[in-house]
């Protein structure tokens, strides 16, 4: 990244406006020189065409010779914030560089720098470098949205001293900036809960359903009567608790809606291959780095999965198998900067089975919890979460407002908890609503009792 490239013509040399402007004096000379049939207005005429061509001859053949370098800081950006650009440019000539335009290219989604002059450079040093040949710029690059965006090459614009021809010249090679996509703080009293004895227990033995409990111990001041061994207690004749070795791997499940299937099926919809981000897709994108964020700071393992294809990572082979702390909230950032927008349709697909999206390969005990972002699914993806049910507890939806209302009747059918979310502004609100009491509906009286935080147990 830090190498200097070689220069390279990006357009062919142009008059400027002053340029072109002597031009058509000079072509007006010439006409009122034949008609008058004067030579002295024929050698003014001939002056303001040729000097325009000469400039422009000139510029052609000036090849800088440059060496550019370009520094993100930081490297990794969040969506609506910026990152600081440093450039470092240093000329290869023997001869000295000066009356040049610099800026930078970027992607028409961002905000850069305007034009700006260019430092005067001296020689190339190689014997005893001062640091003359040598100048640093920088600027502020916005970024509103997320994604992966090429920055440069630079653009150096070059005039002759007459300012009547230009041209420009790109120099070095475009390199990458990454935006992740914004993540909102969630309710940390629901992580700070996990941390004493209640979900970060309860999901431990709900995954690893074989952990032994290794000793009783005696009843201390302050331990949690649920904790109580009470055939240890009828042994021993005093009250004794259980002393547990918890595991630290518990795991969750986020499944995002990526193909956007049920837009295919409604005349007026947006289509695949439409200009400009969507803006219910990203943030479904930032309501599942939200979720994912908060779960690995308080110790989860974190599998991220496509809704049309439940066992593929969102973004790479190597996501399907899970982030985990240390750096796994950067890895997960970076793959859900690079994920492409809506794609995929549905078409020519089949009904899902349980054994399809391995929900019988779970048992009841094994049950991990389960959070899906959903932007605007079909009836084959939402069939595809209900075969996923049985081998996910809690199950909390994230619905977008495209999500038709068949389609959240279908998953509340099947003891999905639908939580709506219209915009960023309402995930933090979304998350806590998720802890609060659904009252039971005729169609649903079986599991809605109480907090669906993972792993929170109903018994007292």
Same mark, same amino acid.
């Given at each position: 990244?830090?190498?200097?490239?070689?220069?390279? !013509?990006?357009?062919?040399? #142009?008059?400027?406006?002053?340029?072109?402007?002597?031009? !058509?004096?000079?072509?007006?000379?010439?006409?009122?020189?034949?008609?008058?049939? +004067?030579?002295?207005?024929?050698?003014?005429?001939?002056?303001?065409?040729?000097?325009?061509?000469?400039?422009?001859?000139?510029?052609? *053949?000036?090849?800088?010779?440059?060496?550019?370098?370009?520094?993100?800081?930081?490297?990794?950006?969040?969506?609506?914030? +910026?990152?600081?650009?440093?450039?470092?440019?240093?000329? #290869?000539?023997?001869?000295?560089?000066?009356?040049?335009?610099?800026?930078?290219?970027?992607? +028409?989604?961002?905000?850069?720098?305007?034009?700006?002059?260019?430092?005067?450079?001296?020689?190339?040093?190689?014997?005893?470098?001062?640091?003359?040949?040598?100048?640093?710029?920088?600027?502020?690059?916005?970024?509103?949205?997320?994604?992966?965006?090429? /920055?440069?090459?630079? #653009?150096?614009?070059?005039?002759?001293?007459?300012?009547?021809?230009?041209?420009?010249?790109?120099?070095?090679?475009?390199?990458?900036? *990454?935006?992740?996509?914004?993540?909102?703080?969630?309710?940390?009293?629901?992580?700070?809960?996990?941390?004493?004895?209640?979900?970060?227990?309860?999901? %431990?033995?709900?995954?690893?359903?074989?952990?032994?409990?290794? !000793?009783?111990?005696?009843?201390?001041?302050?331990?949690?009567?649920?904790?109580?061994?009470?055939?240890?207690?009828?042994?021993?004749?005093?009250?004794?608790?259980?002393?547990?070795?918890?595991?630290?791997?518990?795991?969750?499940?986020? /499944?995002?809606?990526?193909?956007?299937?049920?837009?295919?099926? %409604?005349?007026?919809?947006?289509?695949?291959?439409?200009?400009?981000?969507?803006?219910?897709?990203?943030?479904?994108?930032?309501?599942?780095?939200?979720?994912?964020?908060?779960?690995?700071?308080?110790?989860?393992?974190?599998?991220?999965? #496509?809704?049309?294809?439940?066992?593929?990572?969102?973004?790479?082979?190597?996501?399907?198998?899970?982030?985990?702390?240390?750096?796994?909230?950067?890895?997960?950032?970076?793959?859900?900067?690079?994920?492409?927008?809506?794609?995929? +349709?549905?078409?020519?697909?089949?009904?899902?089975?349980?054994?399809?999206?391995?929900?019988?390969?779970?048992?009841?005990?094994?049950?991990?919890?389960?959070?899906?972002?959903?932007?605007?699914?079909?009836?084959?993806?939402?069939?595809?979460?209900?075969?996923?049910?049985?081998? !996910?507890?809690?199950?909390?939806?994230?619905?977008?407002?495209?999500?038709?209302?068949?389609?959240?009747?279908?998953?509340?059918?099947?003891?999905?908890?639908?939580?709506?979310?219209?915009?960023?502004?309402?995930?933090?609100?979304?998350?806590?609503?998720?802890?609060?009491?659904?009252?039971?509906?005729?169609?649903?009286?079986?599991?809605?009792?109480?907090?669906?935080?993972?792993?929170?147990?109903?018994?007292?």
């Amino acid at each position: 990244m830090w190498r200097p490239r070689s220069t390279r !013509i990006a357009t062919w040399p #142009r008059l400027t406006r002053r340029g072109a402007t002597l031009v !058509i004096v000079g072509v007006l000379l010439l006409a009122v020189s034949l008609w008058f049939d +004067s030579r002295d207005v024929l050698v003014l005429a001939f002056v303001g065409i040729a000097m325009p061509a000469v400039a422009a001859l000139f510029v052609g *053949l000036r090849k800088p010779s440059l060496g550019v370098t370009r520094r993100f800081a930081p490297p990794v950006v969040e969506a609506g914030t +910026s990152t600081r650009v440093a450039l470092v440019i240093k000329n #290869r000539s023997r001869r000295t560089f000066d009356g040049a335009h610099w800026r930078d290219r970027v992607p +028409s989604t961002l905000t850069a720098a305007p034009e700006a002059i260019l430092p005067a450079m001296g020689p190339y040093e190689s014997m005893l470098p001062s640091g003359d040949d040598t100048v640093r710029v920088e600027y502020r690059l916005r970024t509103p949205r997320r994604g992966v965006y090429p /920055i440069g090459p630079l #653009r150096v614009g070059v005039a002759d001293p007459f300012g009547l021809a230009r041209v420009d010249r790109d120099i070095g090679v475009a390199h990458e900036v *990454l935006v992740t996509p914004r993540v909102t703080p969630l309710d940390t009293a629901l992580g700070s809960a996990a941390s004493v004895d209640g979900v970060l227990n309860g999901l %431990q033995l709900r995954t690893h359903p074989n952990s032994d409990e290794l !000793i009783a111990r005696e009843y201390r001041y302050g331990d949690p009567l649920r904790r109580v061994n009470w055939a240890a207690t009828a042994r021993r004749g005093e009250l004794m608790v259980r002393e547990e070795e918890q595991r630290g791997d518990p795991e969750a499940r986020i /499944i995002l809606d990526t193909t956007l299937a049920g837009r295919a099926k %409604q005349p007026g919809r947006r289509r695949d291959g439409d200009e400009g981000p969507h803006f219910g897709f990203e943030l479904g994108v930032e309501v599942a780095a939200s979720i994912g964020m908060h779960l690995l700071e308080h110790g989860y393992r974190v599998r991220c999965d #496509r809704l049309d294809d439940p066992e593929r990572g969102l973004a790479s082979g190597e996501s399907g198998a899970g982030y985990r702390m240390p750096g796994g909230d950067r890895l997960m950032l970076e793959d859900l900067a690079r994920l492409d927008g809506p794609n995929g +349709s549905a078409s020519a697909r089949t009904a899902p089975s349980a054994r399809e999206h391995g929900a019988g390969s779970r048992g009841r005990d094994a049950r991990m919890p389960g959070f899906a972002v959903l932007v605007d699914p079909d009836e084959h993806d939402a069939r595809s979460l209900v075969a996923l049910r049985s081998s !996910i507890e809690p199950a909390v939806a994230f619905a977008t407002e495209a999500v038709a209302p068949g389609i959240v009747d279908l998953l509340e059918k099947a003891d999905w908890r639908v939580v709506r979310v219209r915009r960023a502004a309402e995930i933090a609100a979304a998350w806590s609503g998720t802890t609060r009491v659904q009252p039971a509906t005729p169609r649903n009286t079986a599991a809605r009792r109480g907090p669906v935080e993972p792993g929170v147990s109903d018994a007292p």
